[in-house]
C-alpha cells in the first residue's frame, strides 16, 4: 500500500488544489488496482510534521514517508510519483 500524506494549512487555497488533486489521481489509480491510503495533516495542528519533514510552507506531499513536492505539482506528477511508489511496493 501507498502511503499518501497531504501536508495542509487552514485557508490556503493550494492545499485545497493539491487535495483535490490529489483525490482525482488517487481514484484513476484504485481503478488500476493500486491500493493507495491518503491523510490530510494539518501542519499548524501537527506542528511536529512540519518539523519532521523541514517545511516551512505548505502545501506538501509525503509519499510513504518521503517528502516529494513542496508545493503544488501537477496531476501527472503526483501519478508517476505514486505509480513508482507502487512499484517499489511490489
Do not use: W
Not at 47 to 62: D, G, M
Amino acid at each position: 500500500m501507498v502511503r499518501v500524506e497531504v501536508l495542509t494549512s487552514p485557508n490556503c487555497t493550494y492545499c485545497t488544489v493539491l487535495k483535490m488533486r490529489v483525490n482525482k489521481v488517487v481514484e484513476e489509480l484504485k481503478a488500476k488496482k493500486i491500493d493507495v491510503a491518503v491523510k490530510e495533516v494539518d501542519v499548524l495542528k501537527q506542528p511536529e510534521i512540519r518539523l519532521k519533514y523541514e517545511i516551512t510552507s505548505a502545501p506538501a506531499l509525503v509519499i510513504n514517508g518521503k517528502l516529494i513536492f513542496i508545493g503544488l505539482p501537477r496531476e501527472d506528477e503526483i501519478r508517476h510519483r505514486i505509480e513508482e511508489a507502487a512499484v517499489k511496493e511490489t
